[in-house]
């Protein structure tokens, strides 16, 4: 995993390379390296990484800052499996148009964790060759994952309140 000057030598050459704002920020969470990249600018931020060695992507998944603003994330974990380093690139998007470019273009493995963050955050995934919902049905409305969706919904069946959700059974 690159130090703290590794990834800034890693962002300054993305943002020599793809343009000024293709990286907005980079951070350490946790012991691990992130890139902040302008969510237009993904697909070529990724693909320069994937050039660079980061050939497998480990994870994708999506992100709810409620109530920060932007307010919805996706998350890409890279791995270069020689040198067995890891770096995480995060895009935020706003919840009025969350569209970011799909990057199964360049990782196949990614088509079901995009359907997955599309299904259960609500992000479109542009140029994704079958984005519909992978875990809700195809009718259901919202996104379950989203931390301003309503909790609760239709009761809970036990034994123990089953007389009184139901009225008894004759």
Do not use: C
């Not at 293709?22 to 946790?30: G, Y």
């Not at 994330?73 to 040198?83: A, C, K, R």
């Amino acid at each position: 995993m690159p130090d703290a000057t590794g990834l800034e030598l890693i962002a300054q050459q993305l943002r020599e390379q793809i343009g000024a704002g293709s990286i907005l920020d980079t951070e350490f969470h946790r012991g691990r390296a992130a890139l902040v990249a302008d969510p237009k600018q993904i697909k070529s931020v990724i693909r320069n990484l994937q050039d660079r060695g980061y050939k497998f992507i480990a994870s994708l998944h999506g992100v709810d800052y409620y109530p920060h603003e932007p307010r919805l994330g996706v998350l890409y974990e890279l791995l270069d499996m020689d040198t067995v380093d890891r770096i995480s690139v995060k895009a935020r998007l706003d919840t009025e148009s969350p569209v970011i470019d799909s990057v199964m273009e360049l990782f196949p493995g990614a088509e079901f964790p995009e359907r997955e963050v599309f299904d259960m955050f609500g992000v479109s995934f542009e140029g994704h060759p079958d984005l519909r919902r992978i875990l809700m049905p195809e009718d259901y409305e919202g996104h379950p994952q989203r931390r301003d969706f309503p909790v609760g919904g239709e009761p809970v069946l036990f034994t123990y309140n089953e007389e009184q959700s139901y009225g008894k059974w004759q």
